[in-house]
Each structure stands twice: as structure tokens, then as C-alpha cells.
Antibody, heavy 119, light 112 residues
Framework: EVQLLESGGGSIQPGGSLRLSCSVS????????MHWVRQAPGEGPVSLAE????????VYADSVKGRLIISRDNAKNTLFLQMASLGVEDTAVYYC????????????WGQGTLVTVTS | DIVMTQTPLSLSVALGQSASISCRSG???????????FNWLHQRPGQPPRLLIY???NRFSGVPDRFSGSGAGADFTLKISRVEAEDVGTYYC?????????FGQGTKLEIK
């Protein structure tokens, strides 16, 4: 069974940094592109970043470029998102999602981890 | 970036009736490989989005055949036949032709 489990969220002050993790199981992690998506309260999802199976290629949405770093550890089946200079607008549930192999897209999503930026 | 526009933004449907949601993208979603990377997702309150339909009309694993997708190019439709109570929530269209992947505003479905 494909499983993705995010962790690392919490309450943080503006200007702070946070590292999110996504631990996966049930599939060969190193075969898949992986994605981070966030969803602010009451809003739709927004794509943030994606990373290639071997971790050598990363792509970011313009809105977060320079503040977020996506990375992965294939030996530990774990995806990461390092976030810096957080603002209240970064308050959201952060999801990791698995990229598909046979077509361009995402198929499985984790349950998400809530990040709240507040003073 | 590609902009996705959904209509309607809310829908009230009686149990057993049909529902239809439309989505238009700001450009064609036909990729250079000839495939169209357009998807529908469903999100229940407090849950993550779940993939329903990919490449316009392919139902994802475990999705009932009450759900069907159609369309081409930049105009797409999701139809739900015989709406059930478990279908409530928000439906999102999503393009995965190019990054950043983009989502529609969402259509909230409730039971009348």
C-alpha cells in the first residue's frame, strides 16, 4: 500500500525557518518524481516544488523560489522541504505527493502537515 | 503559468441525480508527446485531495464508474452520475502539462 506521511509542521514566528519531512512506503521511492503542494485555509491547492527521482533536478514555483529548498534521501525513503523567511502567507497545510511514472501527474498524496506562521 | 477556471463554484444536487462541473485552461493542455495532462481531484473536508480522473477520462484506481471525464484541448467536464452522500466535498481540476501544476478554484458539492 502506497503511504506518504508528512511531519515537521507546527507554529512558528514570522521570519523563522522550518524543515518538513515526508516519509514514504509501499513503492520504490527512487523511481518517482516527488512534489510539495500547499493549501491555505479555505483555498485551493498550490504547487510549490518538484524533484527528480535521483534528486539532481528541482523545479520551483516562482512565488517561493529562493525561500524553499526541496531535497530527498532515497536511502531513507524521505522527501524534505526546507522553508526560510516564513511569513503569515505561508500558513497552510503542506502535502507531499507522488509523481507518476507512466504519465505526467501526481497520484497519491499524504495527509498533510499544518504550518502556522503567527506572532 | 497556466490558469484553470472552474464553473460552477458550488453545486447542490439531490441524491441519485447527476452533477456536472466544467473546467477551462488558459491554454491547450496537449503536451508535445501528444497526451493531454488534465486531471480531476476530490477533497473531503479535513482530508487531502484524492485523484479521480487523469488524462481527461481515465479513472484512477478504485474510482467508481459513476465518475466520468470528457473534453479536449482546453475545455473539460466532470460528470457524476447517481450522486451519493460520499461524493460531497470540493472538486478540483488540475493541469500537469507543465510546472507549476495549476488547480482550479474548486467546486463545492453538497447534497440537496
Amino acid at each position: 500500500e502506497v503511504q506518504l506521511l508528512e511531519s515537521g509542521g507546527g507554529s512558528i514566528q514570522p521570519g523563522g525557518s522550518l524543515r518538513l519531512s515526508c516519509s514514504v512506503s509501499g513503492f520504490i521511492f527512487s523511481n518517482h518524481w516527488m512534489h510539495w503542494v500547499r493549501q491555505a485555509p479555505g483555498e485551493g491547492p498550490v504547487s510549490l516544488a518538484e524533484i527528480s527521482p535521483d534528486g539532481t533536478r528541482t523545479v520551483y514555483a516562482d512565488s517561493v523560489k529562493g525561500r524553499l529548498i526541496i531535497s530527498r534521501d532515497n536511502a531513507k525513503n524521505t522527501l524534505f522541504l526546507q522553508m526560510a523567511s516564513l511569513g503569515v502567507e505561508d500558513t497552510a497545510v503542506y502535502y507531499c505527493a507522488r509523481g507518476t511514472v507512466d504519465w505526467k501527474g501526481t497520484d497519491y498524496w499524504g495527509q498533510g502537515t499544518l504550518v502556522t506562521v503567527t506572532s | 503559468d497556466i490558469v484553470m477556471t472552474q464553473t460552477p463554484l458550488s453545486l447542490s444536487v439531490a441524491l441519485g441525480q447527476s452533477a456536472s462541473i466544467s473546467c477551462r485552461s488558459g491554454q491547450s493542455l496537449v503536451h508535445s508527446d501528444g497526451r493531454t495532462y488534465f486531471n480531476w481531484l476530490h477533497q473531503r473536508p479535513g482530508q487531502p485531495p484524492r485523484l479521480l480522473i487523469y488524462e481527461i477520462s481515465n479513472r484512477f484506481s478504485g474510482v467508481p464508474d459513476r465518475f466520468s471525464g470528457s473534453g479536449a484541448g482546453a475545455d473539460f467536464t466532470l460528470k457524476i452520475s447517481r450522486v451519493e452522500a460520499e461524493d460531497v466535498g470540493t472538486y478540483y481540476c488540475m493541469q500537469t502539462k507543465q510546472y507549476p501544476h495549476a488547480f482550479g478554484q474548486g467546486t463545492k458539492l453538497e447534497i440537496k
